[in-house]
């Protein structure tokens, strides 16, 4: 069967019924769909040991509609009053929207959803309309003790939004979504947390279309979720764009913040620079809704000038090679890509295989010696000023030849750039036959690379009939990251959390950080106490203290705040 | 007697007397001077409104032996333990070395000073020689509540090292200050708090010779007070370097950090990013010995090519135009020089006058419509890759001409690069004549320049015969600092104080940052309160009490934590 045309799966192509599980957990838009391709089944077969029928029927597809009874805890007095707040067009109790505003995308979460299985949800959602809104929703609760969650884009894929206390969740993408200033001056924006990525970015590449800006800009932050996440999230979760290594990490764009929590409500200062103590607008960066709500940031801005970006594409010999590469590249003092990615030798050769290599290409490579699975594929883009771009390219190249690569030109990145935010619209599909895809991401300094790297490969490539793929992405002086793809089949919810428990271990014994750029969330959270050491991890706890006396901002393990030792994870 | 030649002042060209007062408060090297010139000389007679007897008798001069009689707070037994800590050999209670270490730079240091007048002096000086030392001291005073201040280089001129309470001050240039690790791949070096600048720099670009690294390498780091100043200094203060344009704030370059506090000692995190929660190494930087004592900290290093830098000069017809070209080179997306300063005319002119201009170039000048008291001079330097510091010179010169600046070649940059670190040596040669120089820094948006910039002038300006000169020399995108330098004739400390603080509060009422790069100390302490507000200060507040909760790290005002309401200023 699998010979000649091999299956051919039925991917789904209708969107999720409404008000089922599956329009919950489904990645991105309802309507949206990209099928693995007749290499990837070959592939899944071959490695997963996938026979004929098991692409026969589907399980779990969590089409059913959302129908479990949960009562409330809190009293009717208490929602009349927060209804008050927002307004009774803003405040629900209705089950579909409580369990909806309790999940993320994290994987686990998609296959307990898909076999039903709803965890814990707020009582009532929330839609504040604006900063007043959640200062009077903090200030009440704050007063009632009634626990306070905070969606946002709803990309988390750490278990970030879990309402494990019952209470509240505020839904910031529904009316903060909006661009309150364009500062062409400073070069920054303003804008309330739940302005999703594209709104965003259109509204500054439009600038002057649209409100009557004199240029043109970007906001620098590409995430792969960048389609169905939030400026605020970015901001809280200290999240990275694929074009990091230019324009840096989310931390690194943020000007100032304004925040509301049960101590009070305050504005960080906006100075380019101050030499007057430790930084509050740090010390809010990635608290992941621990210690107040995020209720406007201000971000740089960058000119705006695609007409300038230059891709490039490069195949190195081997990993070694390509790491010393884009380490010259970190180091070289010669400006900085955009993107820059390296992919290690199983994620080329996958790569090559599932998105294709014209013929000639790969004979002319295969005869220079760049042998399969060990072979790695460098791509990226450059921005920036025009004789920058054109410089800072003309140097990556001879970075790149010196250390044995050959440049392939810029159709790779262009094709890379294509379908940059649409990899995760597979997940469901492979979820449907039983396959399991995620990512576990790190970072690392140059001299311990190596040794992760291998470690955690030899800790996935331990398990039969696991696939794993791994690339580098955001570049530093100092280290890089590498971004762990991993695909197999599971028995059950509780077998994937345990393999996946045991890669994260691996990453820590091997002198990873705990993440790179998808934050701590709940996931994440029993490795905090081992990570940051007793003493450090007691200073959050006296910030957590100071914002949030009564515990009640995203309480439940997030950030490993409040843990009892028996919840926390020593590897 | 000013016509022709002028008069000559005796300038101080002996060492001051060992032990006495002006050996504490001289800047820099006791056996190095740099005095004013005849151009120096005619404008303070011009605009000081000096006769010539003003230069006929020095007064303040602070030769006389340090003689005060200071008793002991301290019990013996205190005294005994801490000695047996550190050895016999780096443990006092000598006068001399008590009040040595209990002063900085801060002009109203050394007008004290100059007067015989002696303020709070610690009981004890300490020598540690190690991390393990400063740990049994911290963890001794804090089981005995004994204050700790902490000297490192000396150099500060934010009143940072007064030890307000009797209790101890530890020297950390004595023995913790040498380089204990150059890490090539990651390029990092790891380095004790009281290596001073010149000695990590030399160790660094001469790396190949003294410690066998394939590199050389430099710190990127170059503050007026390099030659006297800290590593560990940079960090906890904030610091900021000549070329932190290019380079960095000191807090950008921290890798990592090794803290001894009453609460505990860690090492933050080492990663080159890290999603995960608010991150400790960010909360220490900026914290002035307030938390704990720094006793290890590991700093990027970068590169060191000096056959790559370039210089430039510019004439800009007016400031306006020096900054609207100086913003477009920070957002301007092609690469950044290193030292960048920008003079507004006063400065210029000042500056032409007292250290010379070619004079076919002053009428090359003239005749092309720079006049005086408009032209603004802007100077710098490009540090980095061959090809990189080409084409940024080339872009920086492009977008200069496009402002209506005209070329000077690199004389000026290589002229002020020759004395870079010395200026501050004339402050005591104009002290002795009753004349104080000072200095006071901010940061700001770049919409809020201008404003700042006449404020703040006006109000100096104000004062009849007061010089004003100001430039701007640290860019970001986002604005820059501007860097006030004024001189004038003062009856006494207090009046010059009152002077001082209302230039404070003109920099706070204009928009600007309490100090770009200076540090707070208790200089600028009572404005915190309001320059923070109320809910930013709780928030430094919880951490000082997490970190020393007997209140033993540096008290007395250091950033306005410990002050009473009645001690802030509002402006």
């Not at 009293?75 to 579909?96: A, K, Q, R």
């Not at 979504?177 to 500062?183: C, Q, V, W």
């Not at 790297?453 to 100092?478: D, N």
């Not at 959050?540 to 843990?563: E, R, S, T, V, Y």
Request: with cysteine; charged share 25%.
């Amino acid at each position: 069967m699998f010979k000649g045309k091999g299956v051919r799966p039925d991917w789904s192509e209708t969107p999720p019924p409404k008000k089922s599980y599956r329009s919950i957990f489904k990645y991105g838009d309802p309507r949206k769909f990209k099928h693995p391709n007749h290499q990837w089944v070959t592939m899944l077969r071959d490695e997963l040991g996938m026979k004929d029928q098991d692409f026969r029927s589907k399980s779990h597809e969590g089409r059913n509609p959302v129908d479990l009874k949960r009562g409330l805890t809190l009293s009717p007095e208490h929602i009349d009053i927060l209804g008050n707040i927002v307004g009774s067009d803003n405040v629900t109790t209705d089950l579909y929207q409580r369990v909806k505003y309790a999940y993320g995308k994290t994987t686990e979460e998609m296959m307990e959803l898909a076999r039903g299985h709803v965890r814990e949800i707020s009582d009532v959602v929330l839609h504040p309309r604006k900063k007043e809104d959640v200062r009077g929703i903090v200030k009440y609760c704050n007063t009632a003790h009634i626990p306070i969650y905070v969606f946002s884009g709803g990309s988390s894929v750490t278990l970030g939004l879990r309402p494990v206390e019952p209470g509240i969740t505020l839904v910031l993408a529904t009316h903060m979504n909006r661009l309150l200033e364009l500062n062409e001056i400073n070069q920054t924006a303003k804008v309330q947390p739940g302005m999703m990525g594209p709104a965003y970015e259109t509204t500054l590449n439009r600038a002057p279309e649209r409100i009557m800006a004199r240029r043109r800009y970007t906001c620098g932050h590409f995430p792969q979720s960048f389609e169905h996440s939030t400026v605020g999230g970015w901001v809280v979760t200290l999240g990275s764009g694929q074009a990091s290594t230019y324009y840096g990490d989310a931390a690194d764009m943020v000007v100032s913040q304004e925040y509301v929590t049960p101590s009070g409500s305050f504005r960080t200062l906006d100075y380019p620079a101050a030499a007057t103590g430790p930084k509050v607008n740090d010390i809010m960066k990635g608290s992941e809704g621990t210690f107040g709500v995020l209720v406007e940031v201000t971000m740089k801005v960058f000119r705006y000038h695609p007409e300038n970006r230059r891709y490039f594409s490069f195949m190195f010999p081997t990993w070694h090679r390509a790491v010393n590469s884009a380490r010259e590249m970190a180091q070289g003092e010669f400006g900085r890509p955009a993107v820059y990615r390296i992919s290690d030798p199983e994620e080329t050769d996958r790569g090559l295989k599932l998105y294709g290599i014209p013929r000639p290409v790969d004979m002319f490579l295969k005869k220079r010696g760049f042998k399969p699975m060990q072979r790695c594929l460098c791509l990226g883009t450059v921005e920036g000023d025009r004789d920058y771009t054109r410089m800072v390219k003309r140097k990556i190249r001879t970075v790149s030849k010196t250390r044995g690569a050959v440049y392939l030109g810029g159709y790779g990145a262009r094709k890379w750039e294509k379908t940059r935010y649409t990899e995760p619209y597979m997940r469901e599909d492979l979820n449907d036959y039983g396959i399991t895809i995620d990512t576990l991401e790190t970072s690392v300094p140059w001299d311990r690379l190596h040794d992760l790297h291998q470690g955690v490969r030899r800790h996935i490539k331990g398990r039969p009939r696991t696939i794993c793929m791994t690339h580098a992405s955001h570049f530093y002086p100092t280290g890089t990251n590498l971004y762990f793809i991993f695909m197999g089949r599971f028995e059950d919810v509780d077998e994937y959390g345990q393999f996946h428990s045991g890669i994260v271990d691996q990453i820590q014994e091997h002198g990873g950080s705990l993440s790179h750029h998808h934050g701590v969330g709940r996931m994440m959270a029993p490795w905090m106490a081992a990570y940051l050491g007793k003493e450090q991890m007691a200073v959050l706890k006296a910030l957590k203290k100071h914002f949030d006396p009564n515990h009640i901002m995203n309480p439940g393990g997030q950030l490993g705040l409040d843990l009892r030792s028996e919840q926390t994870r020593h590897p």
